[in-house]
């Protein structure tokens, strides 16, 4: 028997909105409300409200927190400051990525780590497995619900209801205050390429919340979005996806990110590996664009040189760049500019190796100059929760 799928504390409120509900990570998540396309316009060009209370949220406390994170994530915990947020990765033994996490350092030996939904059981059990002396690991997911405020007006949005001024709220910080008279921690980060807010408050006063930024946010065009667009808005931002650009045997090196991995570090799991692999990369994590008709599908071949050379891991139609655009793994020697043949339902169809980011904000078009030159034309494709809600 299938398990049931959990619910986040919005379930109702996104039925009684019209949304279609699927299946996400074990839970039931909202795929859309209306149109997909509308709402990542909405995004891109005004506001956009993400429910994402499917996330994992792990609470690590204690004398020990530090030293514990420090050698089961790849990034440099120590260089952390309270009111900051970090990108890292989790490894396992041979440098394959057990999950790629954000972590937010509340106070000296308190940090709060964001995972993913569908990862969340398997590593606080693997953080468990690791944790010694002096630090406590609890979940806290169950207690807490988290919004995604994102689009350019989300700042205009916070501050008619915020306590606290949004603007003073740099990239990758966070602060704990007010919002429309709710306790919560709202940070400076998203997953749409756009500026934004992410909202951690207690699961019981996320349907007030909910509703009164949705409130606050219609003159300023705001409107529900669902996992449809927040997934052709981080491929656009080429924001990788776990299962797809991340799993247990690709290596943080191998998908751009060894930013994020700090080997100068003593020791941490994972970290022999990857210093063998430096400099050795047989494959990496490469853009494409379509430059013929064709949809190019995660799992489907990609050939180099009439060989076919590696895999697409997320792929589908840009809206904001009106193009269809994919990412995929292959060999490392491919550059810009270099043509690829995908296979799509028995046809190998012409793209350009294509860099990424696809789209960023401060550069509203960054496919283009890579398809011109590739002579195409313009296809034209259509710690605990208290009673205030405070982490």
Known sequence: MAEELKKTPLYDAHLAAGARMVPFGGWAMPLQYRDILEEHRAVRGRAG?????????????????LKLLQYILTNDITAMVDGQVMYSLMCNANGGVLDDILVYRLEKERYLLVVNAAN????????????GDGAAVEDITDQTALLALQGPRSAEIMTALAGFNPGLVGGFR???????????????????????????????????????????GEPHGLAPAGLGARD?????????????????????????????????KNSFI?????????????????G?????RGVPRAGYTVSVGGKVSGWVTSGGYA?????????AYLPDMVRPGDRAEVLIRGKERQAVVTPMPFYKRDRRKMVPAAVAEAGADNMGFPAQLNKEGMI
């Open 49 to 65: 409200l993400f429910d994402v209370s499917h996330m994992g949220e792990i609470m690590v406390r204690g004398s020990g927190a």
């Open 120 to 131: 969340k059981d398997r590593v606080l059990t693997w953080i468990m497995d690791q944790s």
């Open 174 to 216: 966070f602060v704990r205050g007010g919002v429309a008279g709710i306790g919560c921690l709202v940070s400076r980060t998203g997953y749409t390429g756009e500026d934004g807010f992410e909202i951690f408050l207690y699961a019981g006063d996320a349907v007030s919340m909910w509703q009164k930024l949705l409130a606050a």
């Open 232 to 264: 052709t808005l981080r491929l656009e931002a080429s924001l990788l996806l776990y299962g797809h650009e991340l799993t247990e045997e690709i290596t943080p090196l191998e998908a751009g990110l060894g930013r994020f991995v700090k080997l100068e």
């Open 270 to 286: 994972g970290r022999e590996a990857l210093f063998k692999q430096r400099g050795h990369l047989s494959r990496r994590l490469a």
């Open 288 to 292: 494409l664009t379509m430059l013929e």
């Open 319 to 327: 809206p904001t760049l009106d193009a269809y655009l994919a990412m």
